[in-house]
């Protein structure tokens, strides 16, 4: 019976979460990183953003990648969603009494373990599109920019990585809308030039 049983494939008709968690991560890395070259301050837009967009799209993304046994887009969309949720605690919890804002070196470490693990995720992406490649390697420089200008209480390293943010959540963007358009014409519409 068990023979019979691993012979039996089913099609998988779902569709492809991934659009939806780089729409999440572009439009929301833009945003922020928007704010990080001086436009505008910090504000309830970017939070909800945060949320709604990075936030809880990803992990939704993520959960669908699992279903469909894609550990790679699982773990991205997954991470990267509780990393906006978590970003945001970190802006929002000095408001409850008794817990301190964060400081410079702890908000330094904490990009930099981001960047050390996108780096590492950047790896992964050597056999996808080069579009995708761009937005591993473009997050991973992001957090290290980001990390140094915190521990170096630096602003024109901070105003530098914002202007890599909108590259990369550009990038992320320009790569969720191309799978779309590309699928629902099936035909390519907006080149993502495929790795190797």
């Not at 968690?21 to 990183?33: A, E, I, K, R």
């Not at 990803?58 to 887009?73: D, M, R, S, Y």
């Not at 997954?78 to 702890?106: K, R």
């Amino acid at each position: 019976m068990n023979e019979i049983n691993n012979k039996i494939k089913v099609e998988d008709t779902t569709s492809n979460p991934a659009p939806l968690g780089l729409l999440g991560f572009g439009m929301t890395t833009v945003l922020l990183n928007l704010h990080n070259v001086g436009l505008f301050e910090l504000d309830s837009v970017i939070i909800a953003m945060g949320i709604f967009v990075g936030g809880i799209s990803q992990v939704f993304a993520g959960l669908l990648e699992w279903k469909k046994g894609n550990t790679f887009g699982n773990v991205a969309f997954t991470a990267y969603g509780l990393f906006w949720l978590s970003l945001v605690g970190i802006w929002m919890l000095p408001g409850i009494q008794g817990i301190s804002a964060p400081s410079d070196i702890s908000m330094g470490f904490y990009l930099l373990i981001w960047g050390i693990f996108t780096l590492g995720m950047f790896f992964g992406t050597f056999k996808t599109n080069k579009i995708l490649q761009s937005v591993f390697f473009s997050l991973a420089v992001l957090f290290f920019l980001l990390s140094l200008a915190d521990f170096l209480s630096n602003g024109v390293i901070k105003v530098i990585a914002g202007g890599v943010g909108i590259l990369c959540g550009t990038l992320a963007i320009y790569l969720s809308l191309a799978e779309v358009l590309n699928e629902a014409n099936k035909r390519t519409v907006l080149p993502i030039f495929p790795g190797e």
